[in-house]
């Protein structure tokens, strides 16, 4: 008896013993990871603060009002700061999350930390194309439109659905930086752009035509008296 409750004993100090040494490799990784996603939480917020506050005086959101784009952003309550905003602390955020998981160390966790990195640097990557590329678009169309804007204030049909399809190939190349797959719509954009093109020269030869209208029909005009005096000394 007193050997099956020895044995009973040992067993039960082996299992509280194995809980224990459990315990203390997990506890201090679990207040790290605590840790980082709390400072990550805080970064998260500052860092997108900073770079709200340097798109602003940048004069993006300024550069961006009265564009379709940014006509589109405020219907859907964004600016490009906020947005910026947004972005940023998304970033931050998963960024922490991939560490806490690496403070773990668990190998089946690591995949998952790489992979979120990798989101990471995609987001930041898309962001920065977006940006970038969106500012050159309506930096050059806002000229543009200074110098080809018609009577009464109205920019041309040609140059609103150049700047359309601009803006959407800027979208376009900053999912692809982010790593989305945008081989289902590729049919459908090489279709749009080839309907634009063939629109713009429509439009092209429309607006010529009404432009020089009384210049062509004058030199129809010449044209046909030309051909009558021929014919008129080809009987003589």
Do not use: C
Not at 142 to 163: F, M, N, Q, Y
Request: charged residues 15%; positive net charge; aromatic residues 8%.
């Amino acid at each position: 008896m007193p050997d099956l409750v020895d044995a009973i004993m040992s067993n039960l100090r082996a299992v509280v013993d194995e809980y224990l040494a459990a315990f203390a490799y997990i506890l201090p990784r679990a207040i790290g990871m605590v840790f980082v996603l709390v400072l990550g939480w805080l970064m998260g917020r500052l860092l997108g603060k900073a770079v709200a506050a340097i798109v602003k005086l940048s004069k993006a959101d300024d550069a961006l009002k009265g564009t379709p784009v940014g006509s589109y952003l405020t219907k859907a309550g964004y600016s490009l700061s906020t947005l910026m905003d947004l972005l940023t602390r998304i970033a931050v955020y998963l960024f922490s999350i991939a560490v806490a998981i690496r403070i773990l160390k668990v190998p089946e966790a690591f995949a998952l930390a790489q992979s979120l990195f990798d989101v990471v640097g995609r987001i930041v990557i898309g962001t920065a194309v977006f940006t970038v590329g969106l500012l050159i678009v309506e930096k050059v169309f806002g000229i543009a439109a200074k110098i080809l804007v018609g009577e009464g204030g109205r920019t041309p049909l040609a140059l609103s659905l150049v700047h359309v399809l601009l803006a959407l190939l800027v979208v376009a190349a900053a999912f692809s930086a982010a790593g989305v797959d945008l081989a289902p719509l590729e049919k459908f954009v090489s279709a749009f752009a080839q309907g634009v093109g063939i629109g713009l020269g429509v439009a092209i030869v429309v607006v010529v035509l009404a432009v020089f209208r009384e210049e062509l029909l004058g030199l129809a005009k010449n044209l046909r008296e030309l051909s009558g005096n021929r014919k008129a000394e080809t009987r003589i």
